[in-house]
């Protein structure tokens, strides 16, 4: 089944409150148990940069597993960012060690070589042009920087899509199951991710399936 791209940036208000509020638990566990597998310890002192954040539940989680570590949450959409903040002030153990930057990818602000980790869950789908992701994460990650990316694929078929918002869409309110079937039509393929990590250069990372809607690119760069 051919891509078809859905908006980029989530910057309508009602559909950005609307995923904030949304229950994502089960991804987001998996994310971070994704997270642990590959780096088991403390992460002491380590700066994370978690690129397409939204309202920065994976930040936040992150941040409280790994209570050492700090984390630049970077979106480019304000209204996202704005539900992060509230969440944030709500968490004085985690509000300090976690930056937001508002700010749309590709861009030449970030540093070059500075974070030991980078994490981006359900970004790569977003972005018309893939490479996007992977030349940031070639820049902005210190050699042998840890890389933990997950997102949708796509089903291989229209009916597989249906099959899927039934069964994983069935309690979320109607704007999110238009956004998650938009986004499953938009996901990648494992193949194509897999050739889209070759052509960045990032051969030490490896493209998993990790559930039956979820691909999940981890490894570090190179040292
Ligand atoms: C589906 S949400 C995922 C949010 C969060 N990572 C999570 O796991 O819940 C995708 C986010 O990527 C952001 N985004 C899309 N394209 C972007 C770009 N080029 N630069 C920065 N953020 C982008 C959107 O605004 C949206 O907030």
Known sequence: MKRRLEPELMEDAAQALAYA????SEPNDLFLKLLAAAQPGTLHGARALDLGCGP?????????TYPLATCDALDGAA????LAQEKLQRLA????RCRLLCERLPTPTLPAAHYDLILSNSLLHHLPEPQVLWQTIRSVGKPGALVVVMDLMRPASAGWVEALVETYGSEMPEVLRHDFRNSLFAAFE??????QVAE???TTLEVEVVSNRHLAVIGRLPA
């Open 79 to 82: 209204a996202m960012l704005a």
């Open 56 to 64: 920065a539940d994976i930040s936040i989680q992150f941040l409280t």
């Open 200 to 202: 960045a250069g990032l």
């Open 190 to 195: 494992p193949q194509e991710v897999v050739a």
């Open 21 to 24: 509020q949304a229950d994502f």
């Open 93 to 96: 153990g985690v509000a300090p």
